[in-house]
């Protein structure tokens, strides 16, 4: 079979882990063969390989250094990389309720204002994406997503926010995002999902997956509180549509 | 059933194992013991599986009491006083914590973390497999924190086996090795060389997440962060401010800062112990030195239950002599006396 891919860049991650990098920018087809190698190797099982950690450009590969050596597995690397990307046979889409604006978005109004159209028109926009999780990573279930619409690219704030909400939607550089847990951000706020990528005793504990396919429709406040309560209490509240 | 009640305990203290790897893909991190082979070490000296849960004990003093019934456990790790109930206490050694009594611990002497091994483990509820602390994922059992004053682990009763000791090698001393890269290509030959040169300092902002370097500002190529990628322990990433931050076990799974080089996995332990203001240097090595020692530090966790035996307790073994001579034996009392001198001062106590 004739090879018609580039090699990936073959990077040490010290001497337990191998970085598999395709491109150093955020790129759709970068995150496609990362997520075809991801696969790969989950099928393959390569002894020694004990982990992968797929991100928007690389694909980040643990694996035992008793059991195999830097040269031998980045050379079986770079060969599963450069076989033909196979078709996804299925992709998961969820729809994903937010309510946008108010104290679930407080920066709703001054990016409207910054991108000179109205909140509403940006809330519009938004629920048309179609997204992908192009990688969960930081903390768990903070999920970003590629495919935001170019409008909508910001440059992140100036001053990152110590602590942001809980399920806060946002939008940052070229990505948009769904954040689990509380914490530090830089991005701007649009709104917030009741929905839990990340609850310890649901089944299951993680809800989206590298290469999920994503939507947003919004709710208003009063819907997010009850739904938050269901979710709360374990309901996965996002829709999951056959594919 | 007994118990071990902490009775005082410092801030970055916490419940760990060899942690959590597996679900880095969702953002989780692996946590577990800062130092792993210490963690072996205790475990192994109270009969436990290697990387069972055990206390890690932060650079602050901290003070434990069995309850209950007697309860066995182990030190290692960075060393520090320890006095168990008015016994010193010795570290790579087990001992007995008869009911009521108290180990009382110092503040970390050249070193950050010590760890706490009990016989039996630490009774908890496993989270994707393992009790360790991850207090931002809010998990860790039996308390998904820190440990603090108050809190009680339960313990097996005390087995009654003979105490045992470690002979662990000599530590390794001399510079923090690493291996170059990911994106050593986003630093010129200057930036790589002042990092390999200089004298560097542990912060005492550091923690669990990660350790801040003092030392010359790291200037990247570009000035502007990278696209986020997958981050390792010991990955040494340099943020805008010049100032290298070493990721540890509580690390972001991934991070958009230029990752320099990475501390060698044999070497992790020894960095976590560093303790803040003390200077060290970094010497980058090669993969295959990096691999060979990988390899040989796995051999020594592996070694470490046959590094276990029996005390080899002075009074012990006075007495035996002392059996022996009057049983006979060719050793002399004077021969006893040659082995302990007393010190003036216990003599002008007499």
Known sequence: MATTLSPPRILPSGDAAITVEFSRNIDDTANQRVLALDRVLADEQVAGVTETVPTYRSLLVHYDPVVIDFDALGAKLVDMAQRPVPPVTKTRRWRIPVSYGGEHGIDLEDVARTLTTTPDDIVARHVAGDYRVAMIGFTPGWSYLSGLEKFLHMPRRQNPRLLTPAGTVSVGGVQTGIQCLAGPSGWHLLGRTPVRTYQLHRNPTFLLEPGDCITFFAIDAKAFAEQDRAAEAGEIIAELIAS | ?350
Not at chain 2, 32 to 39: K, T
Not at chain 2, 115 to 125: F, R, T, V
């Open chain 2, 1 to 350: 059933m007994s118990k071990l009640v902490i009775s005082a305990i410092g801030p970055a203290s916490s419940v760990q194992d060899g942690g959590r790897p597996g679900a880095q893909r969702y953002g989780l991190t692996p946590s577990g013991a800062m130092d792993r082979l210490a963690l072996a070490a205790a475990n192994v000296l109270v009969g436990n599986a290697p990387f069972a849960a055990a206390i890690e004990i932060g650079p602050f003093g901290a003070a434990f009491t069995a309850r209950d019934g007697a309860v066995r456990v182990a030190l290692a790790g960075a060393p520090r006083s320890a006095d168990a109930a008015g016994r010193a206490a010795t570290f790579d050694t087990s001992m007995t914590l008869a009911d009521g009594e108290t180990l009382t611990l110092g503040f970390a002497r050249g070193g950050a973390f010590s760890y706490l091994a009990i016989e039996g483990g630490i009774a908890g509820e496993p989270m994707f497999g393992s009790l360790a602390v991850n207090a931002r994922a809010g998990l860790g059992s039996p308390y998904p924190r820190p440990l603090q004053a108050g809190d009680e682990l339960q313990a097996k009763a005390a087995s009654g086996a003979a105490e045992r000791r470690i002979e662990l090698p000599p530590a390794l001393d001399g510079p923090i090795r690493v291996v170059m890269g990911p994106q050593d290509d986003e630093f010129d030959d200057d930036a790589k060389a002042r990092f390999l040169a200089s004298e560097w300092k542990v912060s005492a902002t550091s923690d669990r997440m990660g350790y801040r370097l003092e030392g010359p500002v790291i200037k990247d190529l570009h000035g502007h962060n990278i696209v986020s990628d997958g981050t390792v322990d010991g990955s040494i990433q340099v943020p805008g401010n010049g100032a290298p931050i070493v990721l540890m076990r509580d690390r972001g799974t991934s991070g958009g800062y230029p990752k320099i080089a990475t501390v060698i996995s044999a070497d992790i332990g020894r960095f976590a112990q560093i303790p803040a203001g003390k200077a060290f240097r970094i010497r980058a090595v090669g993969m295959q030195e990096a691999q060979a020692e990988a390899r040989r530090f796995a051999g020594l966790l592996q070694s470490l239950p046959d590094r276990v035996g029996g005390i080899d307790n002075f009074d012990l073994n006075i007495e035996a002599l002392r059996d022996a001579n009057v049983a006979g034996s060719a050793v002399s009392a004077v021969d006893i006396g040659t082995w302990q001198t007393p010190s003036a001062d216990a003599l002008a106590q007499d």
